[in-house]
């Protein structure tokens, strides 16, 4: 084997050969398909880093637009519901119950509006009848545990007219 320095040696004395020694055929052309090659590879790292880039900037952004939304949707779930939201979800459900009866026949259509009706009913509203004395966290309580029952008796309502459809 070859150390450096006389690898040099080598090449400096017989500089003249190497210098006059004629290339092999279509040594240009091999030479510019080879220059081509690592020039596609080269832009092919080159667009992948780029998408990189943008996939990253992409997530970020979306990171720092999606952070505050899910804080506020988590901070609005997790305040205690009173009876006007409990009132609007019957609502909402009631309508999605009485359009599904709408497709029922006449008996079936009466028996499901009349069982609703009987469920979301209220002559005087049950925030209304407590008293001024009891406490925020009392009367959060008293209006879940009135209007837990009838939302679910409502869905209930709802899987039993899906059913008959």
């Known amino acids: 084997m070859y150390d450096m320095e006389e690898l040099k040696n080598f090449i400096d004395n017989n500089r003249g050969d190497f210098e006059n020694e004629n290339l092999p055929e279509f040594h240009k052309k091999r030479f510019l398909l080879k220059l081509q090659k690592e020039?596609?590879?080269?832009?092919?790292?080159?667009?992948?880093?780029?998408?990189?880039f943008y996939l990253a900037a992409a997530s970020v952004t979306l990171l720092l637009i999606l952070t505050p939304l899910l804080y506020l949707n988590r901070a609005y779930t997790n305040r205690a519901l009173d009876a006007s939201d409990y009132i609007v979800l019957l609502e909402e459900r009631s309508e999605s119950i009485t359009k599904m009866a709408e497709k029922l026949n006449p008996q079936e259509k009466n028996m499901v509006l009349c069982t609703l009706e009987q469920l979301t009913f209220e002559a005087v509203l049950f925030d209304s009848q407590l008293s001024d004395d009891v406490s925020n966290g009392e009367r959060n309580e008293l209006v879940k545990r009135y209007y837990s029952p009838k939302i679910e008796g409502v869905d209930k309502l709802k899987k039993y007219v899906t059913q008959l459809k």
Not at 39 to 52: F, L, N, P, Q, S
């Open 39 to 52: 020039h596609r590879v080269e832009r092919r790292k080159y667009a992948t880093g780029r998408i990189r």
